[in-house]
């Protein structure tokens, strides 16, 4: 797998623009608009009050080449270009990206490392992006259902360092996950 | 489920000792051995060189019950005390508890919020103090098998609060996470 595009966001944006690297943090992208060692509480965790303090787990997010592409071949456009979707990185060469286990790590040539913290939703905010790009106000609500199980990862940063263009990235599976069947034949003695 | 017991360590020991209440910061537990913005890189993580500054994603860790019963049963001793493990909750309602999806959060009454990081690995330290306790010493070696999808998890706090002996535990499952079958029917139209 390795790093084909780095963005970032300023604080008054949701779209992403393309940069050299990235200067990653233990709270995200020095000056990203996620970045932060806490985040207030949105739609997406409607289990706290909005707008309190939590921890932020989602202080960056990356998407695959291969799937970016899916999701534009399913909406019957050209591209989706990563930046419209607020993404931070756009990774080539593990093509379900999406489906990587949580707690994996994206480990960089510097050392710097993410840990993977969660999906990412289909949310309204690029589906806009994009019906405006395209100037197809179809897209707005098709994309939601073609991006699911697409629209990459979150994660933190586990490690500080810097990302470049074309840095290979090294992927490492979380070393303790268990499966319930490695569990089973203990039980089975019980 | 429900909060059984709650626990804490001091800096110099592993082992944990019971408390009525624990103050969850954005740190961790307060004042607990394992508290901190960051950690050292140990074994856990050797995709970094031992002792470099990682962010903390293993604040607090808890068991349940049931899977400290059947390690129990498994090595044919009366009880395996959650003190040993350095657990910090023990709970109980929740019987593969190990086996919660990873970004689960577990919310108390007070808001208090874990965020589940990481299934939690049997290691050497509570082998040891549990062939100390019982002074089995074959303990030692049968620990890690009986224990393995039965050690719990590990989190970090996603918003801070009290949690306090008794209390209800609210599980709120990761609401992003699509499964590969949810994605394959949008990609069979490709």
Same mark, same amino acid.
Not at 24 to 53: E, F, N, Q, V, Y
């Given at each position: 797998?390795r790093?084909?595009?780095?963005?970032?966001?300023?604080?008054?944006?949701?779209?992403?623009?393309?940069?050299e690297?990235?200067?990653? *943090?233990?709270?995200?992208?020095?000056?990203?608009?996620?970045?932060?060692? *806490?985040?207030?509480?949105?739609?997406?965790?409607?289990?706290?009050?909005r707008?309190?303090?939590?921890?932020?787990?989602?202080?960056?997010?990356?998407?695959?080449?291969?799937?970016?592409?899916?999701?534009?071949?399913?909406?019957?456009?050209?591209?989706?270009?990563?930046?419209?979707?607020?993404?931070?990185?756009?990774?080539?060469?593990?093509?379900?990206?999406?489906?990587?286990?949580?707690?994996t790590?994206?480990?960089?040539?510097?050392?710097?490392?993410i840990f993977? *913290?969660?999906?990412?939703?289909?949310?309204?905010?690029?589906?806009?992006?994009?019906?405006?790009?395209?100037?197809?106000?179809r897209?707005?609500?098709?994309?939601?259902?073609?991006?699911?199980?697409?629209?990459?990862?979150?994660?933190?940063?586990?490690?500080?360092?810097?990302?470049?263009?074309?840095?290979a990235?090294?992927?490492?599976?979380p070393?303790?996950?268990?499966?319930?069947?490695q569990?089973?034949?203990?039980?089975?003695?019980?």
């Amino acid at each position: 797998m390795r790093v084909v595009q780095l963005l970032a966001a300023s604080p008054e944006d949701f779209r992403t623009y393309p940069v050299e690297q990235l200067d990653l *943090t233990l709270a995200g992208i020095a000056g990203d608009r996620h970045a932060g060692a *806490t985040r207030p509480s949105d739609a997406r965790t409607p289990w706290h009050a909005r707008g309190t303090p939590i921890a932020n787990t989602r202080q960056l997010s990356f998407v695959s080449v291969e799937e970016c592409a899916e999701v534009a071949a399913l909406l019957g456009v050209p591209e989706v270009d990563p930046a419209l979707l607020g993404a931070n990185l756009l990774l080539e060469g593990f093509p379900e990206l999406s489906f990587l286990p949580l707690a994996t790590r994206l480990q960089f040539p510097s050392g710097a490392t993410i840990f993977v *913290t969660e999906q990412n939703a289909p949310c309204v905010h690029p589906a806009r992006k994009l019906a405006e790009a395209f100037d197809q106000p179809r897209l707005a609500a098709l994309f939601p259902k073609a991006a699911i199980g697409r629209r990459g990862l979150v994660g933190l940063v586990e490690r500080e360092g810097m990302v470049r263009t074309g840095d290979a990235v090294r992927v490492v599976a979380p070393p303790g996950a268990v499966s319930r069947r490695q569990a089973v034949p203990e039980a089975a003695s019980l």
